[in-house]
């Protein structure tokens, strides 16, 4: 599975973007999909996931109730909806996925996107 993630840019604080992670290669069918982000001079942390069926999501407490994970199989393409952004949002923002269930840690995805720019301003 290949992952092209995009959608970032530079937004000011309490504004919204949607990051969208399109797959290729191979359906995202059977697979977990999983947003991270990374904050320069951070470890990568955890954001959302989504169950391959869309039934069950994660969140990080950080980004309850701002941020909603979808995905549209039709499209092979996994969303993330961000809205009141705040400074500490600011990162890195990579997509992976991983055949099976749904986890939270990064360790055990097996493929990753690029990753998109994703920059709030005060």
């Known amino acids: 599975v290949q992952l092209q993630a995009s959608g970032g840019g530079l937004v000011q604080a309490g504004g919204s973007l949607r990051l969208s992670c399109a797959a290729s290669?191979?359906?995202?069918?059977?697979?977990?999909v999983g947003w991270f982000r990374q904050a320069p001079g951070k470890e990568p942390e955890f954001v959302a996931a989504i169950s391959w069926s869309g039934g069950s999501t994660y969140y990080a407490d950080s980004v309850k109730g701002r941020f909603t994970i979808s995905r549209d199989s039709a499209k092979n393409t996994v969303y993330l909806q961000m809205n009141s952004l705040k400074p500490e949002d600011t990162g890195v923002y990579y997509c992976a996925a991983k055949k099976g269930v749904i986890i939270k840690t990064r360790y055990g995805y097996d493929y990753w996107g690029q990753g998109t720019q994703v920059t709030v301003s005060s």
């Open positions: 290669g191979r359906t995202f069918g059977g697979h977990a």
